[in-house]
C-alpha cells in the first residue's frame, strides 16, 4: 500500500506534545527538546494519520520531532542539550547579608526585620562559610546576588563577602559575578563606586507613578518612599550607566494590575527600554496585610498591557519590553532551556540557584525563606554541597515541579516551556503539588504563550524589536506554514 511521496507509521516515532491552535490555520508543535514548529491544519492532522507526505516528515525529522532511525542520536544528543542547566550545578547563590530594611513594603515576602535588629546581618564568619559552600558547587561560573532585607545596611558584610569570595576563588579558579538589589534609599556615592570597582550590577524596585509606588513601598513609619528614590535613581543614572539596571523591577497584585498601561507610559517617559513585572507572592507582608491576587484579575490587565506595548513598537518603531516576555521568547529560540530558574521545566530549586539567609540557613528558593521551617536544607555551618546532592529530600520541589508527573501536563502543547514554583503553591494552599491548569503559574504560563504565538503569525516584528539581535531566528520561526498536499486527497 505503500506510494512515492509519503512516510508511514513504521519509519517514526512521536516526539511532540499535542497540538494548540495558535492562529486562523497555525498549530503550535513543540518537541521534547523545546523545538518549535508551526504548522498547518493538514500538516498538524498528518500527525495523527497513517502517513505523512515526504517533505513534513524530512522537516519534522530535522526538528527533532518524530525520532527516525537516522536522527535518533542527534535527538538523544538534543535532549541533553535542552536539560543541560538541569544538572550543570547551581549557578545562582542568592545571600541574604540582612532582614533589617529601612522600608516596610505592603508586599515584601522577605519578612523584613527593623533596623536596629543588628543580630540579623550576616556575620562574617557565616560570610566565609557560605563562600566555601558555594566554591565547593560544580557549576564553572556563579553569581553571587546580594539580598535582604536592604543589603547596603551591612556594607561591611558586603565587603568582606567580595574580598574573601575573591581570596578562596584563587584556587578554586570559578568565574564569578556579582549584583545586588536595593531599594536605593540608603545607597551613597561610596556604595555605588565599591559596585563600580567590583562589578557589581545594581538592580532596584521602582513600583511606577508617585501614587502607586507610595502605595506598596512604605517606610516603617507609614510613608512613601517614592521622591527619595528618584532623587537617587536619577543622580545614579547620570554617574554609573554602567551598573545600574535599565529595567525597574514591578511588583503587581489587584491593587494595581489596572494601572498597567498608566505604569508603562511612565517608565516609558522616563527613559527605560523596558520593566521587569513581578507577580504578588502569597508570603510575608502580602499575608500579614491580606493583600489579595487573583492570577485571571492579573492576566486580563497583563495581557492588554502587552498588548499596549506590542502596539506601541508597531507604531514608533521602539524596542520597549517585558522581562517575562523576554524569558519566554528566549525559551522559544534556544536549544537549552533558559537559566530564569522560576520558569524551567523542572524548576532551579537547588539545582539552579541556592539561598542562604543571613544565619547560614540553605533553603532551595527565594520564595523558600519565609518558610524555613518547611523547606529549609540545613546550615552551612554543618553541611556540604555532596551531602545535600545526596539527599533526595534536597530536591523535592525541584522534582514536583517536573511536569511529566501530571497526566493533564503531559498532554500540554507548552509542557517543555513551562515553569511552576512548588513553593509558592504550598504557600497559597498547604501542598506544594503544583496543580495543573490551576496553579497561578501554569494558568500564566499557557496566557502568554499564547498571546505570543498569536503575535508571531500576525506580525512578528514588534516582538523582534523587543530583542535586538534575534531578527533571524524569530522570522524563521513566524514564517507561514509551507504549502503541503492534503493527505485526504
Known amino acids: ?26 498549530h503550535v508543535r513543540l518537541s521534547r527538546t523545546g523545538s518549535l514548529q508551526i504548522l498547518s491544519s493538514s500538516e498538524d492532522a498528518q500527525l495523527s494519520e497513517i502517513f505523512m507526505d515526504a517533505p513534513l516528515f524530512e522537516r519534522l525529522e530535522s526538528s527533532g520531532h518524530i525520532v527516525t532511525e537516522a536522527n535518533a542520536s542527534q535527538v538523544m544528543k538534543d535532549l541533553k542539550t535542552w536539560h543541560l542547566k538541569t544538572f550543570l550545578g547551581a549557578g545562582l547563590h ?5 532582614k533589617r530594611c529601612n522600608l516596610n513594603c505592603t508586599y515584601c515576602h522577605m519578612n523584613p526585620e527593623p533596623m536596629d535588629a543588628r543580630q540579623l546581618d550576616m556575620s562574617k564568619e557565616t560570610i566565609d562559610e557560605v563562600i566555601r559552600f558555594a566554591m565547593s558547587t560544580p557549576s564553572p561560573r556563579i553569581t553571587f546576588e546580594f539580598q535582604g532585607g536592604e543589603p547596603f545596611l551591612n556594607f561591611d558584610g558586603m565587603v568582606h563577602f567580595v574580598e574573601e569570595a575573591k581570596r578562596q576563588n584563587a584556587t578554586v579558579g570559578k568565574l564569578i559575578d556579582f549584583s545586588v538589589t536595593t531599594n536605593l534609599m540608603v545607597v551613597t556615592e561610596q556604595h555605588m563606586e565599591f559596585c563600580r570597582q567590583n562589578n557589581i550590577n545594581v538592580s532596584y524596585s521602582l513600583n511606577g507613578p508617585p501614587d502607586i509606588h507610595d502605595g506598596f513601598r512604605v517606610t516603617r513609619s507609614g510613608a512613601g518612599s517614592f521622591r527619595t528614590v528618584m532623587q537617587k535613581l536619577q543622580e545614579f543614572q547620570q554617574k554609573y550607566p554602567d551598573i545600574l539596571s535599565t529595567s525597574p523591577l514591578c511588583v503587581v497584585g489587584d491593587a494595581n494590575a489596572q494601572d498597567f498601561r498608566r505604569t508603562i507610559d511612565f517608565y516609558h517617559d522616563m527613559g527605560f527600554k523596558g520593566v521587569g513585572v513581578i507577580k504578588l507572592k502569597h508570603l510575608g507582608n502580602t499575608v500579614k496585610n491580606g493583600l489579595r491576587f487573583d492570577v485571571k484579575h492579573f492576566l486580563k490587565h497583563y495581557l492588554a498591557a502587552l498588548d499596549y506595548i506590542y502596539e506601541k513598537n508597531q507604531r514608533l518603531g521602539e524596542n520597549y519590553s517585558e522581562r517575562t516576555l523576554r524569558v519566554l521568547m528566549a525559551k522559544i529560540i534556544s536549544k537549552t532551556d533558559v537559566g530564569y530558574v522560576d520558569w524551567s521545566n523542572p524548576c532551579g530549586d537547588f539545582s539552579g540557584s541556592i539561598v542562604y539567609d543571613y544565619d547560614g540557613e540553605i533553603v532551595p528558593s527565594d520564595e523558600a525563606r519565609s518558610l524555613r521551617h518547611v523547606f529549609g536544607l540545613g546550615n552551612v555551618r554543618n553541611v556540604t554541597y555532596a551531602g545535600l546532592v545526596e539527599d533526595r529530600n534536597t530536591f523535592r520541589t525541584m522534582n514536583l515541579s517536573l511536569r511529566d508527573r501530571d497526566a493533564a501536563c503531559r498532554e500540554c502543547a507548552y509542557n517543555p516551556y513551562c515553569g511552576v514554583v512548588p513553593v509558592l503553591d504550598y504557600a497559597r494552599t498547604g501542598d506544594a503539588t503544583p496543580r495543573p491548569h490551576e496553579s497561578d503559574e501554569c494558568l500564566q504560563v499557557l496566557g502568554i504563550l499564547d498571546w505570543v504565538f ?36
Open 454 to 489: 498569536q503575535k508571531l503569525v500576525e506580525d512578528p516584528l514588534p516582538l523582534i524589536r523587543m530583542l535586538p539581535g534575534m531578527e533571524q531566528a524569530l522570522m524563521t520561526l513566524a514564517a507561514p506554514p509551507a504549502e503541503s498536499t492534503d493527505a485526504a486527497a
Open 94 to 98: 542568592l545571600v541574604v547579608l540582612t
Open 1 to 26: 500500500m505503500r506510494t512515492e511521496g509519503r512516510r508511514y507509521k513504521d519509519e517514526w516515532l512521536p516526539n511532540f506534545y499535542p497540538s494548540r491552535k495558535v492562529g486562523p490555520d497555525h
